[in-house]
Structures are given as C-alpha cells and as structure tokens.
C-alpha cells in the first residue's frame, strides 16, 4: 500500500489516496458565477485520488468572501 495505491471511500473508488482538501479559491466572478479560471483550476488537479471543491453560497447573505461561488441565481446555477 501506497500514497499511489487504489482505495474506495464509502461509495466513491479513488484511484490514489491523494485528496484536496476544499479551499476558497476565489476564480469566480463578482457574481459569484463560476468562471472557466475554475474549470483550468480543478481539470489541472484532476489526477488527486478526490478533489473536495470549494464552499458555494446557498444565498446571498452566505458569501463570504469576493469572487466565491453562489448558486442561489439563474446565471450561478447554469454555470
Ligand atoms: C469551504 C472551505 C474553504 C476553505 N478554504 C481554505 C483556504 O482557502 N485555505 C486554506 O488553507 N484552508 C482552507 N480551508 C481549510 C482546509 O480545507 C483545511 O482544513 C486546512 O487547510 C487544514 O488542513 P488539514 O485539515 O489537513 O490540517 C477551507 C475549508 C472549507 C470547508
């Protein structure tokens, strides 16, 4: 058993044991929709065992900082 070894979680099957823990990234726009900056930023880590992506807003007044996603508006949610 290694770092680089198969291991499953619950019902997820990682193919190594590398996992990202989640952080604030801040490549969202101001209007917290995801932007492509997300999509180049998580696809270039994509070979970690699990990626646990950022915290998303379920409202406006759950933002806590500039440029983090929300889902709480149609533009959020479609992206
Ligand atoms: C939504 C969310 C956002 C986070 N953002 C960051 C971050 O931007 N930078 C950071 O160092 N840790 C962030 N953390 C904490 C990390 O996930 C992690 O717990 C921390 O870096 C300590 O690592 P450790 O638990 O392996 O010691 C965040 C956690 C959550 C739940």
Redesign the pocket.
């Known amino acids: 058993m290694d770092l680089f070894s198969p291991i499953t979680l619950g019902d997820y099957a990682l193919t190594n044991r590398i996992v990202m823990?989640?952080?604030?990234?801040s490549r969202a726009d101001y209007q917290g929709v995801p932007s492509p900056l997300a999509v180049d930023y998580y696809a270039s880590r994509a070979d970690a065992g699990l990626l646990i992506t950022?915290?998303t807003a379920p409202s406006a007044a759950g933002l806590g900082y500039a440029r983090t996603p929300g889902i709480f508006t149609p533009d959020q949610i479609a992206a």
């Open positions: 823990a989640p952080m604030t990234r950022e915290g």
